[in-house]
């Protein structure tokens, strides 16, 4: 157990149940607060989690949304779910209520916690829990292409027959319909993607097809994603509470393009310690612009 460990789920669905269960496991947490606005959700998800609790030696139990908001971490994961053929920015009306109130609701939020959130849109939701919460840019994160970067690296470490740990390569800009890879600035073991000569074959449209279209794969089968967002928004708590400095994409906002969005960051105890900015070819750069030009239109909304 270290300090900086006491981290609120609010939500306490699929995916905040997801969450709190691969978090236990790390045991790098004092207590984790689930918080929901169903009291039966929050009684029956800590009995079930309490069991696998007691395996992992991680308190874990329900809290009311003021206490939430006296955590080292907040975790945001209330909310409705895409449903099939349904983009995420479709969420909006109906999260930026639950947002509003999510956050209204644990005020005031301790001057020094981190929020993350994973609510979809989680790029606009982001923006919007800033506004909201007061807090420092630096300390509101989104979970943003993370998790579509776990994928592209998976994808491209049985295409280059290598552990996706050793890939390089990151997704940028929205968690959403306008992310793009950053091909040119990808690399395995400090050697460009593109100098290899397998780089030649992949079909870059039916991999980032891939990539962006495997939530909604997911979703027509089994009508929700849950243990890969589980998994990376553990990653993210890890990375915080033990100040890794470990670099992510993130969604957080961004200088250069005026929005908040996905770039690689380095993260630790007060969030958000620097964002790179990846070199990209042209075409790239117009990808992310775009990207950019889209997410802040709807921004601009809120
Ligand atoms: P779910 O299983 O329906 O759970 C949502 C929970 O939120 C329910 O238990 C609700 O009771 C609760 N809730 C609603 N309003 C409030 C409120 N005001 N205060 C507290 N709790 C509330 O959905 P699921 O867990 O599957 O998904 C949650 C969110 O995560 C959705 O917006 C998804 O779109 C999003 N995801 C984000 C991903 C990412 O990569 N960022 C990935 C997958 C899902």
């Not at 606005?37 to 929050?42: A, Q």
């Not at 929020?115 to 420092?136: E, F, Y």
Request: a negative charge.
């Amino acid at each position: 157990m270290v300090s900086h460990s006491r981290v609120a789920i609010v939500g306490a669905g699929a995916v905040g149940a997801s969450l709190a269960y691969a978090l236990m496991f790390k045991n790098i947490c004092s207590e984790i607060l689930i918080v929901d606005v169903s009291p039966d959700i929050v009684k029956a998800q800590v009995l079930d989690l309490a069991d696998a609790a007691s395996v992992s030696h991680t308190r874990i139990r329900g809290a009311a949304p003021e206490e939430a908001g006296q955590a080292d971490i907040i975790v945001i994961t209330a909310g409705a779910k895409q449903r099939d053929g349904e983009p995420r920015t479709k969420l909006i009306e109906r999260n930026y209520r639950v947002l509003k109130n999510v956050i209204g609701s644990m005020q005031p939020i301790r001057e020094d916690a981190v929020i993350l959130m994973v609510s979809n849109p989680v790029d606009i939701l982001t923006h919007i829990a800033r506004k909201l919460s007061g807090l420092p840019a630096n300390q509101v994160i989104g979970s943003g292409t993370y998790l579509d970067t776990t994928r592209l690296c998976v994808h491209l470490g049985e295409f280059f027959d290598v552990n996706p740990q050793s890939i390089n390569a990151f997704v940028l800009g929205e968690h959403g319909d306008s992310q793009m890879i950053a091909w040119d600035a990808a690399t395995i073991g400090g050697q460009p993607l593109t100098s290899f000569p397998e780089y030649q074959n992949i079909d870059k449209k039916k991999v980032s097809k891939i990539v962006s279209g495997k939530a909604m794969e997911i979703i027509r089968l089994k009508g929700a994603t849950f243990y890969g967002i589980g998994a990376c928004a553990a990653d993210l708590v890890h990375t915080i509470v033990l100040n890794k400095k470990v670099v992510h994409p993130v969604s957080v906002f961004v200088e250069k393009y005026g929005v908040t969005f996905s770039m690689p960051a380095k993260i630790g105890w007060e969030g958000i310690q620097h964002v790179y900015d990846v070199p990209l070819n042209k075409e790239e750069e117009e990808r992310l612009q775009a990207s950019a030009d889209a997410l802040r239109e709807i921004e601009q909304l809120y």
